[in-house]
């Protein structure tokens, strides 16, 4: 992918170790399906990725491993995600922990945070929304290195603050609903890049998602109003392709 000098700072630095080795992630869910989609989203980020379905498995990999960081689903056929987070603890390890909640278990986020976990989303989830909470709790570990840690994506003029989840375009305030932030993110993250459709469905919408492509059309019409109206234009239609964003000429 070819990135135009004149986005500015067009793609986040990818994290990593200070000896600029890969981050590593450890993947704990009983759903194949589910670990192969969280699989391939953060290896597309550079990561090196491991994956346990049970709670035994998750603690003998997280030993070996020693992941910089774990997705840790509560509910597992042998013992729950919180006794695995404890296991791991047990070693010493400060390891952050993103659960993995079921939609409706208010409980369960609030166990899982009163133990120690770090952050929490709940099923069913995007896959932009889990990288961006991952990236998120890595950016505070001592383990990267410090001028990764901004986390702001820009592109000519237009910021995304993923932190406080702000978004400006030539410092005049946006304000997005949740899923059209997600939306602007993921094409931020890919400037000058043509991104389909079912693409941007992977990515941004539910994986368990049953609706059609024309919602992303529907949604990137709410982006075009928000960001683009009265300016020049920095959302793009490839026809056929799909979408892209760059900094206005």
Partial sequence: MSIDLSDSRTAQAPLHHADGSPIRVLVVDDENTLT??????????????????????????????????????????????????????ETGSETPVLFLTAKDSLDDRIAGLTA????????????????????????????????????????????????????????????L?????????????????VLSKAQILDRVWSYDFGGTSS??????????????AGRKPMIHTVRGAGYMVKAAE
């Fill in 36 to 89: 192969d989609l969280l699989q391939m989203a953060l290896r597309y980020e550079g990561w090196e990725v491991k994956s346990a379905s049970t709670g035994h498995q998750a603690v003998t990999v997280a030993r070996d491993f020693k992941p910089d960081a774990v997705v840790l689903d509560i509910m597992l056929p042998d013992f729950d995600g919180l006794q695995v987070m404890r296991r791991i603890r």
């Fill in 215 to 228: 919602v992303v059309e529907l949604y990137i019409s709410y982006l075009r109003k928000k960001i683009d």
């Fill in 177 to 193: 609903t949740a899923t059209e932030f997600e939306l602007l993110r993921y094409l931020m993250r890919n400037p000058r890049r």
């Fill in 116 to 175: 120690g976990g770090d952050d929490y989303v709940t099923k069913p989830f995007s896959l932009e929304e889990l990288v961006a909470r991952l990236r998120s709790l890595l950016r505070r570990s001592r383990a990267l290195i410090a001028d990764t840690s901004d986390p702001r994506i820009v592109v000519g003029d237009l910021v995304l603050d993923e932190d406080s989840y702000e978004v400006t375009r030539g410092g005049e305030q946006i304000s």
